[in-house]
């Protein structure tokens, strides 16, 4: 901005900021809501609005009921510019790489998908998520120059320090090529990385199953077991940003290898592969996750007591966590809750065994609404919380 600090010019691009950051985080308000979120005057809120509809960075829509007290007038609501620029989300699991373009409001404008070994190769699959990065700019009628960020959700553990703002390490290869370095490089955007249990967690809460929820523990059963935790209304990633490694706490000392080096994590018995494992041999090799879900769902015996052990085994360190954090809502999500009720009760089950009666009685356990689609959902509600104010008020809208 060229004005100098302190002159009127600063003040009032600081007061134009302001209104766009309420509007960034709460999607739409209207005038009034505005003023009282501000501390502006009316005047000083209706001026600011009409500048910024003017540079079409805002816009009007119809609300649903009145504006702020505002009785026999039809409510205008304000929100940000869906056409005023776009935000990319990436999710890399272990077996696939999805992605989704969405406006400024969080609308899904294109979606993308492809199969792919990423535990195997992550080289290649940075590639892949590139490809599918273009495709969906080009579906959705945008480009990277109108792209304000870039949300990265992998299924690894992120270190977060001074020197290393994130890195990942359990997949092989990340640790040697770091996905935001590489992604920033290849994109030319700003690139925020996440474990995709936190970026589901916040997908259930701003868009899903936990919407209006500030306590929650979001569990994610799927190639691997994470979980993610919003306590207050605000993510928790720990000292150094490793939360919710659920998977690897150990049940067995004596028990198989696991993928982190231990032996006998919940991962080894009540994962994905852990359940392709023993149907396998049943059902032949080409058995997946999604038929072992539509088995257990169909009534098929074998599979339903598979993911009920599952989820037992799971619930019972669910269970721990509630006693020292105390949720409302336990979020069953990933692909492994494609199963129904037969996973979802067999974790209340767990619960039961390890939580005190009071935790476990306050604490709803309940099926996540988003399905596969949570974590490329979290990785866009990360770039809209955390892109700077600034950076979405440069935008203009597209032509």
């Known amino acids: 901005m060229s004005s100098s600090p302190g002159t009127l010019g600063s003040l009032k691009d600081r007061n134009r900021l302001r209104i766009v950051d309420v509007l960034r985080r709460s999607g739409t308000a209207s005038r009034v809501e505005l003023v009282r979120a501000t501390g502006l005057s009316r005047t000083t809120v209706s001026k600011l609005v009409g500048e910024l509809q003017a540079s079409g960075l805002i816009v009007e829509r119809q609300a ?3 504006d702020g007290g505002q009785v026999g007038r039809p409510a205008i609501a304000l929100a940000l510019n869906p056409r005023s620029g ?6 890399f699991g272990h077996d696939l790489v999805r992605v989704a373009v969405a406006d400024l409001s969080g609308g899904v404008l294109a979606e993308g998908r492809s199969a792919f070994d990423v535990d195997g190769d992550p080289a290649g699959a940075i590639d892949v998520a590139v490809e599918l990065v273009h495709a969906a700019l080009g579906d959705a009628e945008s480009d990277l120059d109108r792209t304000v960020g870039v949300g990265v959700a992998v299924s690894a553990p992120i270190v977060r320090t001074p020197e290393a703002p994130a890195g990942a390490h359990i997949l092989p290869g990340w640790p ?78 004596n028990g198989p290898i696991c993928r982190c080096g231990n032996r006998g994590c919940i991962e080894t018995v009540a994962s994905g592969p852990a359940l392709l494992a023993a149907m396998r041999p049943l059902r032949g090799p080409a058995f997946t996750v999604e038929d072992a879900t539509r088995a257990a769902r169909d009534g098929d015996d074998g599979a339903r007591r598979l993911f009920a052990d599952a989820g037992r085994t799971v619930g019972q360190a669910v269970g721990a966590i509630c006693n020292l954090v105390n949720p409302e809502l336990v979020v069953v999500g990933g692909d492994m809750a494609l199963a ?60």
Do not use: F, K
């Open 64 to 66: 649903a009921s009145g």
């Open 340 to 399: 129904g009720d037969v996973l979802v009760d067999a974790v209340r089950d767990g619960i039961a065994l390890a939580a005190i009666p009071a935790i476990r009685d306050d604490a709803r356990v309940i099926p996540a609404q988003l399905g596969d689609r949570a974590e490329v959902l979290g990785a866009i509600g990360l770039v809209l919380a955390e892109t700077e104010t600034e950076a979405l008020a440069v935008m203009a809208p597209a032509s």
């Open 86 to 91: 776009g935000v990319v989300g990436i999710d």
């Open 176 to 253: 040697e090529l770091p996905p935001l370095e590489e992604l920033e490089a290849r994109l030319g955007r700003p690139v925020i990385v996440d474990n995709d249990a936190n970026l589901g967690a916040l997908a259930e809460v701003r868009d899903g199953a936990a919407r209006g929820a500030r306590n929650v523990l979001y569990v994610m059963l799927s190639g691997g077991i994470g979980a993610g935790l919003i306590l207050d209304g605000r993510l928790v990633r720990g000292h150094r940003g490793i939360t919710g490694e659920l998977g690897h706490v150990v049940l067995d000392p």
